[in-house]
Each structure stands twice: as C-alpha cells, then as structure tokens.
Nanobody
Framework: QVQLVESGGGLVQTGDSLRLSCVASGRTFGNYAMGWVRQAPGKERELVAA????????EYADSVKGRFSISRDNAKNTLSLQMNKLEPEDTAVYYC????????????????WGQGTQVTVSS
C-alpha cells in the first residue's frame, strides 16, 4: 500500500513556473514507477510525465516536452514535477500516481493515486 500526497499547486500567470511535489508513504517507493496525470474540467485524464522506478527513463506528453521535467528522490520518497513556461492549457488538477512495477504502464493504469493539486494558469 502506498499513500501519496501532492503539494505545490496554485494560481499563476502565463509564462510562470511551478514545482509540484509528491511524498509517498512506505519503504518501497523505489519499487514503483511513478507518473503525473492531469485532468482538466470536461476533459479526459492525460498522462503528463512518467519515470521508471530508479529514474533512468522519463516520458513526457508532447504538449509538455521541453517545458516540464519529472524527477524523483528515492531516498526521500519524493516525486517532483518542474513546470516552466506555463500556459492556460496546463490548467488542471494534477495527480501523482504509482504503479507496481519498475516501468510505467502503457496506459494510465496506475495502482495508487494522490488526492490531486489544482494548477490554474491565467492568461
């Protein structure tokens, strides 16, 4: 069982930066692939970024490549998402998610989810 708690969301302007953090409970954080998934009102969930259990491989949605960066610190049970050059289209609730496996799932088939943190980007 893994419990995930996100933080770092907020209201920013276009072009600003935010850093989201996710702290995981338990001693097996390093056994899980992790991801950030977002959902905007009226839209389907979208995988933003994912990272393997040891951080060796990272994946990004095309819409955030070059602007967002996912990282993890297994010693601190922490997952982060650095978001730069934010756009109004990035407005959504962002969820931290864990998958029981070293490599991220093919689709958004994560096993554990945080409660989400709201990111709002004004134009």
């Amino acid at each position: 069982q893994v419990q995930l708690v996100e933080s770092g969301g907020g209201l920013v302007q276009t072009g600003d930066s935010l850093r989201l953090s996710c702290v995981a409970s338990g001693r097996t954080f390093g056994n899980y692939a992790m991801g950030w998934v977002r959902q905007a009102p009226g839209k389907e969930r979208e995988l933003v970024a994912a990272i393997t259990c040891v951080g060796s491989t990272k994946e990004y949605a095309d819409s955030v490549k070059g602007r967002f960066s996912i990282s993890r610190d297994n010693a601190k049970n922490t997952l982060s998402l650095q978001m730069n050059k934010l756009e109004p289209e990035d407005t959504a609730v962002y969820y931290c998610a864990a998958y029981r496996g070293c490599y991220p799932p093919r689709f958004i088939e994560y096993d554990y989810w945080g409660q989400g943190t709201q990111v709002t980007v004004s134009s």
